[in-house]
């Protein structure tokens, strides 16, 4: 079969009503299993991880490759279903989640390869899941959103099936804001008008792009984000100074020449206080003496 070949679920048939307003965008077949073999070895290496069984591994492979797809046409309605349509993507999900499964070594020793291809095949999914809405004059918002939804949708899938949150909604380098990035670009210049396959190349360079450049300067998607704290520190000095113009204008010289004299006033006080009670003490003291000498006199 040659490379050229267009995949049947990528290229979305016509249906018989006549809803599709335009052809859909073209893959060779080799490079739409290609992204099916890399989601399937990370469903099949979480599974691993969490030392779930040949069958688990299985359904998970098939969830994490196949589930973005299967989530957007579930919300679509329209057109044909990509994974019962393409005859060849869930034998391939299955083959390729049995040998992982069964020779792990082989696949975890390229891993940075498995990164590299993995973004690939989300910019990839977020191109065909967002020419899909656009094909059936879906609005641009909702091409962007199955474009996401379809990059994401699997990897989003396995987090559930494993219990835990999916990690697109946690705070990490970008992965889903490089798919939404990317599913954005594509919409726009499909809406201009562009060349479908070179809006593709430009969708699958962003998200790629916006990926390793997270990687490299460690970006973090924002988390506890709390803008009323921002404003408080960025109010211009000019306003604050605004605000207290209309407020009553405090004779500061007066008020502060009064608290001076009351407090030399009450220090003065305090040492003629002092000065009495250690005269007293010292008179005291000198009866003392005095009644002393009275009561036992010099021999």
């Known amino acids: 079969m040659p490379w050229t070949l267009v995949a049947p679920g990528a290229v979305l048939a ?3 009503l006549g809803h599709t307003s335009e052809a859909p965008v073209t893959i060779p077949l080799w490079i739409e299993l290609l ?11 979480a599974a691993r991880e969490e030392k779930l069984d ?11 490759s196949l589930g973005g797809g299967l989530l ?8 044909n279903v990509y994974i019962l349509n393409q005859v060849y993507a869930l034998p391939t999900a299955i083959i390729t989640a049995a040998v992982t499964f069964v020779v792990p070594a082989l696949i975890e020793k390229q891993d940075r390869l498995i990164a590299v291809l993995d973004i690939f095949a989300v910019g990839l999914y977020a191109a065909t899941g967002a020419d899909k809405a656009l094909v ?28 835990r949150t999916p990690y697109i909604f946690q705070r990490s380098n970008f992965y889903a804001v490089a798919a939404i990035a990317g599913a954005t670009a594509y919409v726009l210049l499909a809406d201009a008008g562009v060349d479908k396959i070179l809006a593709m190349v430009v969708c699958v360079s962003v998200t790629m792009g916006l990926r390793f450049i997270s990687l490299r300067y460690n970006i973090m998607s924002p988390t506890e984000v709390d803008l009323s704290r921002v404003a408080s520190h960025v109010v ?13 204008q ?10 001076l004299a009351d407090r030399r006033r009450r220090t003065l006080a305090d040492i003629e206080r002092r000065r009495n009670n250690e005269a007293q003490r010292q008179g005291r003291k000198a009866a003392r003496k005095a009644a002393r000498r009275l009561r036992w006199p010099k021999q």
């Open 54 to 64: 040949l069958v688990g591994a299985i359904c998970l492979a098939v969830a994490c």
């Open 236 to 248: 211009p000095e000019r306003l604050r100074r605004s605000e207290s113009a209309g407020k009553p």
């Open 35 to 45: 992204a099916v073999v890399v989601a399937s070895i990370s469903g099949a290496l």
């Open 250 to 259: 405090v004779d500061r010289t007066s008020h502060t020449a009064r608290e």
């Open 14 to 16: 016509f249906t018989a």
């Open 72 to 79: 957007r046409d579930m919300t679509l309605q329209v057109g």
């Open 136 to 163: 059936y004059d879906f609005e641009p918002l909702i091409g962007v959103m199955m474009g996401f939804l379809t990059g994401v949708g699997g990897g989003m899938l396995r987090d559930i099936c494993l219990g």
